[in-house]
């Protein structure tokens, strides 16, 4: 009997998304709702212990397609597959992680499948075998309550939301080889080259994330070698000096390091670790901002953080109205003991 | 007695652009509805982005940008934005008898004007908009064209209009992908791939002047698509109870000591 819940489980280089077992867990969710197993599906190169992994954290079934086409992620080629076999198998629910892939093969499967998309979900809730998903809207200031009416449900879930499985060896499952769905042919792009971003935690998948922001640039006592000239290199220098610091903290928790807009947008930390709403959303459990003042388009980014930290030299700054826990002070002053003191705790 | 003209191949691009409330605006549920209070209506940011690398490619092969909206028939500041920073033509899609539609049906109607529109070489869309949040709509129009998508490029590598292939760098979780793909082609945008330009004095004075093309749906040939996902409640958020503590002490140290014993206590770590 075919599975009426199926959980695609994103996968990069054959190393697994984590929020693929979350999504594994919203399905075992789910299927106490609409009964019988869970599919996983499982495309790639070399993914075969993934599939068997799968079967660890609850799948009890899972369609494995391995092929030289599959090897790097293309929409074209993975929504292909997985509409032939949704159009086959007829699952009530597709489930993803809102990976960057995730996101993409979600909005190109809905088209072949002639059904609505719902992105980034926050909660899922069933009733008489209807889903209401829950997202934030116009950037986490609404919440709305989305439902569908054509089937499957095609669904994103938002990272670090629904919480992971066990794993347990004991379990059973089956794994079925299928086909490709489009050979290379006829695949319009190619994927030529991949380099590999500098930090070793990805933002969106960090437990704990140490930001800064334009706090960074001031600290006239800092003086920076002879050889910087001019204030941009000088304020430069200055917010790298902060950087390291945030990015120290940031190893000894095993979290990740940001920044908001205000140091990006010069130039003087990279893109890559810009938090808000035009860089990432993310929600760690911890969150420590450093410099930050929490203006809406930051909060954007931050708000469903479990704990927020903010150091911060301005008492009235308006980012310690969504912090739990306030420091006020200069980042500079606080974060070499902070570090001094949390590696003591853990052990470090 | 032959005329041989050497036509010089152009690059023909649109950008879609969504008119939104501005991204500082207080946004709130009133009696059931979504208000902005008296805050701007926008260009969607993130469609800034694309706006700009149509006119960045377009400037470098010759050629023009069209922007294209579907909304409502008095929407017009994305479209205004769009022409002041330089896209020649503005085009709304717009009729009475169309509802709220969701991204699945907004990408029909897209495509729609964009086979209208005798399509593109370059079609650029924003990752998101900042009012739903989907982003989604660029990969379906995509789909529904039957033509590759790049999305979150973060750099245009190559654009060659001899061999109809394109370049790009994407945003990816773990890094950079090079990825090539053939034209005509659908892009969005990470921040880092420009700095969109300011509207200059005289597109502001052209904006002002321009002319809208309205497009119906029976214009484009098509009949109301149906909408699958719908709003069934919009709320604003649980007001979450946050006390915030401040933590205090004689010196840096004691304060970091005081600090790190509360993270401790959360069992975050
Ligand atoms: C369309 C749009 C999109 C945007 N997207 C984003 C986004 O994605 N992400 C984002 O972050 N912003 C975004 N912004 C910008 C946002 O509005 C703010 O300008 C930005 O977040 C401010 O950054 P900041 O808090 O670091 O700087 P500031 O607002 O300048 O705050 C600096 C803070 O540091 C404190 N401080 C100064 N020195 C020290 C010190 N030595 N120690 C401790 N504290 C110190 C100050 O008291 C102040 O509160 C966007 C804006 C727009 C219009
Ligand atoms: N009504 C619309 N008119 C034109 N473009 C749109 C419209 N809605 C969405 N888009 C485009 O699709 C992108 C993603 O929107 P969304 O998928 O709704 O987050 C936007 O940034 C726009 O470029």
Redesign the pocket.
Known sequence: MTNKIWVYLDQFKGKVSPASWEAIGAATQLSKEFGGGITALVFGKGVEEIAQEAITFGATEVLLAEDDTLNDFRPEPYSSLLAKLAAEQQPEVILLPDTTRGRDLAAMVSIDLKTGVIPDVIALEVSAGEITATRAVYSGKLISKVKCTARPYIITLRLRTFSKPESDDGRKGVITRVNIAVAEENIPSKVKEYIRGEGSVSLTEANVIVAG???MV??PTLTPPAEIKGDKEVDKWRTQQGFKLISELAETLGGAAGA????VDPGYVAYEH??????KVVSPNLYIA?????????L??MRSSKVIVA????AN?P?FQSARFGVV????DILPPLNAAMRKRLGK | QFVILFMEVLLKAIACVKQVPD??ATVSVQNGRVTWGDAPLVLN?WDEYAVEIALQQTEAHGGDVTALTLGKEDEKEALKTAIAMGCKEAVRVSDPALGATDSQATAQILAAAIRKLGGADLITFGMQAIDNNSGVTAVQTARLLGIPVLTLVSKVVSLDLTTNTIVVERAIEDGKQVVQASLPVVLTFVKEVAEPRYPSFMGIRKAAKAEVKNLSLAELGISQPQSFVRWAEITNPPQKQIVTEIISGGSPEEIAENLADKIMAEKVL
């Open positions: 922001g334009r706090g001031n600290r908001s807009r205000a140091v810009q938090i808000g709403q035009t860089g450093c410099g930050i003042s929490g203006a809406i388009q930051h954007a980014g150091i911060n030299r301005d700054a980012i002070g200069d980042l500079f | 991204s500082a940011p």
